[in-house]
């Protein structure tokens, strides 16, 4: 039976369950009323935190007359978002309700950090600082003091800006309300920054820093060989190696053409020795064209002015050189102290040079990386996949550390050479298609598990041990012809 309202009506006869004076006219089914009881949750099993479980929880007062609610823990949590800058930082702090509780200004000087990390500490729940940046002496003053940092990829900042206002606004202090806000919202998707050890932090420092020199002896040198193409092309035929001390030293030597082609032959061979070069036929044939340097048409305004700067740039690259060596006699020392300095030490072709590099690298990722997985989306050497309905790509993985993907791109490469199995795995990659560039990105790939088996067990890598596991798996690279003639 139907009421007025569409509504199923008593039958004519049924009379009505009586009512108290709380629930009104209000009516359940018993069966609804057990489902309900069966539902019901303990008061240890609700959505809340309670300091003290033995007391009622109730918003606002407690049901006991005269005690006041017990505050939960997550109401006292706070967040702050720290946008840096070379002159002064903004800071924003919001509760976890998404309400800001402080925002202000410090200037990037000494009193300015003592007084942004003394703030900070006044919001005892401050749970993490969220900064789009892992280092510098703000970040270094925020872990000192005890408060827990995370560090933001700034396209995940911009994202997370975006996604405010339609028409993206961009201020310091509307940055900092953004990281603080995402920090909040979004924590479980990030790290906290581990200080790390000192002797870790500098050799990855020191390996970062003499990668960045030796882009910039990559930079001189080719504006060494564009001087010179200007003016004195017959210095450019002596030597195809350029990142050589001997090419800038014979730069300083034989500056422009007319001192080349008036040299002796005795200066020129004492040249040539006193750089350790034999005088092959090779040689001798570019000592007896010398003469054909004055032959190139020349410009004496240009000639004039190239010159000085081919002499400025040769100059330049014997400091650095020296710097670099440096660089080298502290990096090995720092490699030497590692307690891992052994296990990467052992890996095939990884020698004095990409060791210390690698060892940086996954030493300073462990923290953030707890499988092989891992490693390998960082490193960016395995793809990135995208799904859309029927769409299927399979893409080049950008988002990574791409010193990281260096360091394990020239590893790889030359492990070819001095391990069997790696030159039959690359073999076999190219032999199904796969460019040069791929094959050892996927070989690289297989390296990362090895090295993290390797950190996890913490031994050093030994080829008679993947072998016997190639063996176990009847891997076919124990077949291929590159491993075959090799053993």
Known sequence: MLSKKGKPGRE???????????TGSRSFPASRAAQQSRNKKSRHERPFIRSDASVPFSPGRSRRKGKSVVQTTEEKICW?????GGEKHAVCVVDDAGE????????????????????????????????????????TKLLAVGLAVYPVNPKVAKAWRDGWKAASPKSDAFDAL???????????????????????????LLCADEVRLIQERTALVNQLRAALKEYHPTALEWFSD?????????????????????ASRKRLFGFLKTHGIGLTPKWEERVRLVKDAVRWPQDPAAAGAKQFLAQALARQLRTLEASLREYRDRIESAFDDHPDAGLFASLPGAGPKLAPRLLASFDGRRG??????????????????????????VMFRRACDKRFRASLHKFAECSIRFCPWAAAFYQQATAKGQSHALAVRNLAAKWVKIIFRMMTENTPYDESRYLASLARHNSPLLTHPAFVERM
């Open 178 to 204: 953004v990281l603080a806000d995402g920090l909040r919202h979004r924590r479980a998707l990030l790290r906290p920054l581990a200080p790390g050890d000192v002797r870790a932090r500098e050799l990855a």
């Open 80 to 84: 702050a978002g720290l946008d840096w």
């Open 368 to 393: 953030e990386c707890d499988s092989a997985e891992s490693f390998q989306k960082i490193s960016g050497v395995v793809p990135v996949t995208r799904r859309s309905g029927k769409q299927y790509h």
């Open 242 to 262: 350029w990142t050589s001390p001997a090419a800038w030293d014979f730069v300083l030597m034989f500056p422009g053409p007319e001192a080349l082609a008036g």
């Open 100 to 139: 800001p509780r402080d925002a202000f200004d410090a200037p990037h000087t000494v009193e300015g950090l003592e007084t942004l990390a003394a703030r900070l500490r006044q919001h005892p729940g401050l749970a993490g600082v969220a900064v789009e940046t892992s280092r510098g002496l703000a970040i």
């Open 12 to 22: 004519a006869g049924e009379t009505a369950p009586p009512c108290s004076s709380r």
